[in-house]
Structures are given as structure tokens and as C-alpha cells.
Nanobody
């Protein structure tokens, strides 16, 4: 069955960097677009970024210029490189395609 498992969350200081990974299985990874979506404490779901099967990327205005989405189809893995992190980036980050992962917590705080 389709499985998406996120890795790489953690606690980071403002201005720091993290790279999230999402390992996929159960479907032909390269045929599908993938997204990163986040949910901050007490708030709704927010689109972060998406990438097509051919690698075309799209970003929310709030992360443009700071986050980079990428994929390795051979490894069936989606990535999100996050730089210059801000406290407002604190959220649970989910990867999504045919299904959703369980999410990984990112906390940006001193």
C-alpha cells in the first residue's frame, strides 16, 4: 500500500537550517507530483511547496527564497531544504501525494 514517511524534523534556532526527507513506497514515485504541507499549532493546513514528476517546483510566498523542494526518483525520496528558518515556520510538516505521511515536527525557537 502507499506509504509516506517523513524524517528530519527537530528544534532549530531562528536563522538556522533543516532538511526534511519523505521516503515513499507502494506507488510509481516518478509518475506523481508531491507536496509539502504544514500545520502550525492551533492553525489550519498550509501549502508549502509542490513538485511535479518532471521536477517543476512551486512555493508558497511565505517560504519562497528560503525553502527548496527536490526529489530523487531513484531513491523514492522527496526533500525540503529549509534555510533562514523563522519562528513562524514552526509546524508539523507533512508530505503528500496519493496519501499523507504522519508528519514531522519542526520547531524554530531560541
Amino acid at each position: 500500500q502507499v506509504q509516506l514517511v517523513e524524517f528530519g524534523g527537530g528544534l532549530v534556532q531562528p536563522g538556522g537550517s533543516l532538511t526534511l526527507s519523505c521516503l515513499a513506497s507502494g506507488f510509481t514515485f516518478g509518475d506523481y507530483g508531491l507536496k509539502w504541507i504544514r500545520q502550525a499549532p492551533g492553525k489550519g493546513l498550509e501549502f508549502v511547496s509542490r513538485i511535479t514528476g518532471s521536477g517543476r517546483a512551486d512555493y508558497a510566498d511565505s517560504v519562497k527564497g528560503r525553502f527548496t523542494i527536490s526529489r530523487d526518483n531513484a531513491k523514492q525520496t522527496l526533500y525540503l531544504q529549509m534555510n533562514n528558518l523563522r519562528p513562524e515556520d514552526t509546524a508539523v510538516y507533512y508530505c503528500a501525494s496519493l496519501d499523507w505521511g504522519r508528519g514531522t515536527q519542526v520547531t524554530v525557537s531560541t
